[in-house]
Every structure is written in C-alpha cells, then in structure tokens.
C-alpha cells in the first residue's frame, strides 16, 4: 500500500435489515482524492446471498440508512448545499428519495416509530446568530461560564446543543410539516430510541446540576412531544450511552462506565451492559462483569438476549449477553474485528474486518459467516504475525510484527497507540501497509493501560504512565528484534495522542535505543494540556497523577536528554492535544540547536490520519516517509 492507495479503503456503515431480515442496506464510504473529499452511496444486499449487492443512491455521501419498520421507507443522511447532513427518505421499492429536515446545523441518530409514521433524531440547535449567514470572525463573543465548552473536530459546544426533534407524520406527497422539538435543556442529547408503542423516546443526557465537573450521564425517557418533561431512569453515578427498550417496554438497557466515588474516575473503566426499569423505580444493574472485556458501540434486544461487542485481545466480537446477565455466548469469534451490525426477522448480519480488508459485510450463522460483499480491491496487504513478550518482571505484553517482503535485515519503525484505553487489533491498519510497502518492519502492541485485556491492565499505568508504558513497549521490541530479519541498528519510534507523549517521553529517557522519533499530536507538558484541551478539566488527574506530579510526569520536562533528531506533527485545529503541545516541545528542542521539524496541518483536528482531507491524509504519510529514509 502506497500512500495514494487510500482511495482503496471503503468503509461500510451500520447495516440496517428490513423487518423481515431478507435485505441489508447500508452505505460505502470510500476517500476521493480528485474530489479531496469521502463520497458515498446506500446500498443493499439480499441476506440469503443470492445477488451481488446493488447500488440504491447516488447523492454525493449519503449515509447512516434505517429501513423503516413497517419495511416500506429507508431514512437516511444525505448532505444538503452547505454539507450539512439532512435527514432524507427513501421508498424502500425503488424510487427518489425526499428531503424531510433542513436543520442549519445538520442532524444525527435516526430512529424510526414503531408505526413508521415518524422519525426521531437529534440536531444542535444554535443560538440566533451563530453559524448561519454570518462570518464566523464576526460573530458576537462568546460568553463562557462552564468548564466543557469545545469539542475537537466540532468546536464550541455551548452555544449549540443537540436536541431530540420528532418529524411530523411522514408525507412523501406533500410538504414536510415542521418537526417538534423534545428537549430543550442546556445539555447534550444523545440519539433516542423509541419505546415498543411508540409512546416514550430514550436517551442519554448530563442534564444534572453538577454536569460540568463531573463525567455523569443518565438514561431519560419522555412523551415524544414538545415540552414533555423527561424522567430519570438511572441514579446519577455511571456515564451512561445507547439505551434501548426491552419487548415488552418494561425495561432499558444501556452501555455505561462505573466513575468511582467522585464520579470523574474513567481510566480503564470497562464499560458494560446494565438494566433499569422504565419507570426509574430500582436501581441498574450490571449485567457484564467490571473486570471482563470492555463492552463498545451499541447494545440490540433481540428474542434470545442482548447483541453487542467486546474488546478482546486485539479483536472485538459480536456475543449474545443473557438478559439478566451471565456468561455471553459468542456469535463472532476470532482474529477479527467486528465494526457494526443488526438482527431483524431471526436474521443477524456484521461488518466484519480482518488483516487481509477493511470490513465486509456477513450473514452470522451457527455454521460461521457467510459472505454478502466484496468491496475490497487494488490492495495485498502484508500479514500480521502474533507475539507475545514478556517484561523483566514476568509481566505479557501482546502485539504483532509485520515484515516487509524479502530476507532483511529491514529498518524497524515501533508504533505505539493512542488512548492510552485502546487497543492495536486484527485490521487492515493503512499505516502498517504504508510502511511495510516502504520497507519496513513494523512493531506494535498493546501494552498495560491498552483495552482488550480487563479493568486491571487498564488501570496499571495511573500516576505512572510513561515508566510503565516504556517497559511494556520496549520488552515487546526487544521480543521482536530477536527476529534476524529485523535490523536493531535501525530503529524509529512514533505514536500519536498518547503515543505521541509516549514517543517524546521514550525518545528523552530511552533515546540510545532509537536513530530518530515522529511525535505527532501529543501531550508533552500536562500542566498547559490541562488549560487548554477539551478534555483538560477532568482528564489529567485520574490519569497522571495529583498536580504536584505533572512535571515529573511529563514529557517535555526532560526534553533535554533527547538525542534523535524529532519530527512533531500536529493539526492547528486539534482541540484534544492543542497545538501549543507541539509549539513547546519544537521551541526546546530548537532553542538549542537540535534537529527538529514541524509540520503542521491547516484545516485539521486531532482526527486528521483518520478522517482528515483525503490530500493531507497522503501528505502526512509522504512526510514520514521522508523522514524514515532520511533517518533510518
């Protein structure tokens, strides 16, 4: 894979079925460089596999499909003249889809009715004035009292809240009619889900007095109409997500983290599956083991129990939890990585990636997967080999090498995540293959503070980050230079987010190992983190330490001691790890005289290797790749 290749790498969405299982719609996404954007378009398959699927739209990035229940219409997001994602339906038996909303801001997190007669969704509401018909720089200041105030990849949050709106009776003959308007709390609002008989929505909401110093998220439900008053269902002690009605309405199911007892302690929390009556009578209940696999995405009621993921050693598989909790069972096991799915009609479909792709979609049966699409094309990605290391203390440390073609010895770039509560997995990785192309040996694992591998390992690195992380990462490297056809000579270190501190902290204390560092959009100093990112008010302290420890816990303290010459690439809109982060370190290594670069991305956030311009994505990967040959 070279870097232009990425035109290759689809992304397919959440596949939605019809009522009756026998179809899958869903939306491939795929980087266009010519057009220096993602373009889309929905799609659908039949489930039994008997036809290749076919193409539904052909909007410019039409996404996030929901087949309405009755299995007559398809909801779905289609950008309208300002790139501003609108809700659109679409006969679900051929024919041009209409536009429903026209919200300034966009919207987000279709849910149908049960009758199919309406559709709830979520869209920020801004105040008068802002973020329509006027420029940006002459907009009036903003007044700011709360802690949580931006959001990397959004901007400022305050003044534009997402809010729960009804659509008015679905009309495709007419006019749409106004859509009502739920919520109205100076809160965010997370998608809602209608109850069985369509008299009550669901959703997540710090609508609490205290929500600006702590990280509390509560399930809500309310009357699907203005000015409804909503009721708590949980008990203001859990960061709370995706809740969902049970069969008979009874009961809400929901994703959530424990917080501790001051409601901020999120590091290497597993989130699990919980309970709670509707009502709000009891408190919830776990249902997921706190020590087992870390719980992601969604959680769907289905006649046998709870459809959901878990993280697990790199991979992440689709189970079934009990409802009222217990061992899962698994549905999709494996080297894999499961991204999205749905069950309809006994029939369950995933989005199912591994090492050779960048997810297919797949009929889940007992027998195993039965494959639906086959978009991958142009690329032959390297295979992954599995290794595990220890450190000096007995400690595992998982992860994987991938080697370029030919006997070597090849240069060895050692990559190290972000997070730091995430996980390397079995995926097509665009950065492994990049390099690999290049020549070299890639090395990456998931050392303790990684997900995938329970609350414990997640945990070990509080107030110790960067010692303890440097021990898993540098035994696993050691592990694998044990390999002749990786050369020790010629190694490089990078990582971005926490692997960017990670980089600068292992290139200062550990720097003899290594001939050269790319940090890219790092902590380096967590006293100025603190002030200026948006997840500096609560992030630091459960992490790194009580404050009087930030400075033996920082990077950029012992930036003296480095010796490679160092790469820093960061975004100047990154609002996660500002760009001040980078400033100070390129400054100190500069001051004296060091070798040092920065390359900064106009235009970009933190996400910017992820889902940045297709253009600065290509160009990120040449500069490394620049920066590798000329180094090692």
């Known amino acids: 894979m070279r870097p232009s290749d990425i035109v ?3 992304s397919i969405s959440a596949p939605r079925l019809s009522p009756d299982g026998t179809r899958a719609v869903f939306s491939v996404i795929r980087p266009d460089l010519e057009e220096d954007a993602y373009t889309g378009a929905l799609w659908s398959v039949p489930t039994d596999g008997s036809e290749p699927p076919r193409q539904l739209t052909r909007g410019t990035r039409d996404d996030a499909p929901v087949w309405s229940p009755d299995g007559g219409w398809i909801a779905f997001l289609r950008p309208d003249d300002a790139e501003k994602a609108q809700l659109h339906v679409l006969p679900a038996d051929g024919g041009e889809p209409w536009k429903v909303t026209d919200h ?25 004035g802002r973020y329509a018909g006027v420029e940006p720089a002459k907009e009036p200041p903003r007044r700011i009292t709360g802690l949580k105030y931006r959001e990397d990849g959004l901007g400022f949050t305050g003044d534009r809240r997402p809010q729960v709106f009804v659509t008015a009776p679905i ?27 369509g008299t009550l929505l669901a959703f997540a909401a710090a609508r609490h007095a205290t929500r600006d110093t702590d990280l509390v998220e509560d399930v809500w439900v309310c009357a699907p109409e203005a000015g409804a008053e909503p009721r708590r269902v949980t008990a203001g002690d859990l960061c709370a997500e995706a809740p969902r009605f049970s ?11 424990e917080l501790g007892p001051d409601l901020n302690d999120f590091v290497g929390r597993t989130t699990g599956v919980w309970s709670a009556p509707a009502d709000g009578s009891a408190a919830p209940t776990r249902l997921t083991p706190e020590e087992g696999p870390r719980v992601t995405g969604e959680v769907q009621v289905t006649p046998e129990g709870l459809v ?31 991204r999205s799915f749905d069950h309809r009609g006994g029939v369950t479909v995933a989005v199912v990636a591994d090492g050779a792709g960048s997810g297919e979609l797949v009929r889940v049966t007992e027998d195993g997967e039965q494959d639906l699409t086959s978009f991958a094309e142009g690329l032959d990605p390297r295979p992954m080999t599995e290794l595990t290391a220890r450190t000096a203390d007995g400690y595992p440390v998982h992860g994987w090498v991938t080697l370029p073609e030919g006997e ?29 192309e290049a020549g070299y040996a890639v090395v990456m694992c998931n050392p303790r503070g990684s997900s995938g591998y329970g609350h414990e390992h997640g945990r070990a690195i509080i107030g110790s980050v960067g010692a303890v992380t440097a021990t898993d990462v540098l035994a696993f490297l050691d592990e694998a230079l044990r390999d002749e056809r990786l050369d020790s000579a010629r190694v490089g270190v ?18 003899d190992r290594f001939r050269a560092a790319i940090t890219e959009r790092a902590v380096n100093m ?57 400033q100070r370190l390129f400054v100190s290594l500069r001051s004296r005289g060091h070798e040092a670069e920065m390359l900064l991305f106009p235009g970009e956030g933190h996400e910017l290797s992820r889902t940045g311009l297709p253009s600065h994505r290509v160009a990120r990967f040449e500069a490394v790749l620049d920066w590798w040959s000329r180094h090692l």
């Open 247 to 257: 069969a008979d309405g009874a009961t809400v199911y929901f994703l959530a983290d």
């Open 408 to 436: 070597g010895p090849h240069p060895v770039v050692l990559m190290i995540h972000g997070g730091p509560f995430a996980q390397y997995g079995w995926q097509l990785f665009d950065e492994t293959q990049v390099y690999v």
């Open 494 to 511: 990078m990582g971005g987010s926490h692997g960017g501190f990670m980089t600068t902290w292992i290139a200062a204390n550990h720097g």
């Open 171 to 197: 009309d495709p003959s007419g006019e749409p009619g106004d859509p009502v308007q739920v919520t109205d709390a100076d809160a965010d609002h997370g998608a809602p889900a209608w109850s069985p008989d």
């Open 308 to 338: 959901t993921r878990i993280e697990n050693r790199g991979a992440v598989h689709l189970v079934r939890v009990p409802f009222d909790g217990g061992e899962p069972t698994t549905l999709v096991g494996g080297p894999v990585e499961t």
């Open 8 to 10: 290759h790498l689809h």
């Open 104 to 128: 300034p801001l966009g919207v987000a997190g279709v849910r149908w009715s049960p009758d199919s007669t309406r559709i709830a969704y979520t869209a920020r509401v801004p105040e008068p």
């Open 526 to 582: 967590i006293d100025s983190f603190q002030g200026s990112s948006d997840i500096g008010s609560f992030f630091p302290g459960p992490l790194y330490g009580p404050p009087e420890t930030w400075a033996k816990e920082s990077p950029l303290t012992y930036a003296d001691r480095i010796d490679v010459p160092v790469l820093i690439i960061h975004s100047e809109e990154d609002w996660r790890c500002p760009v001040e982060q980078a």
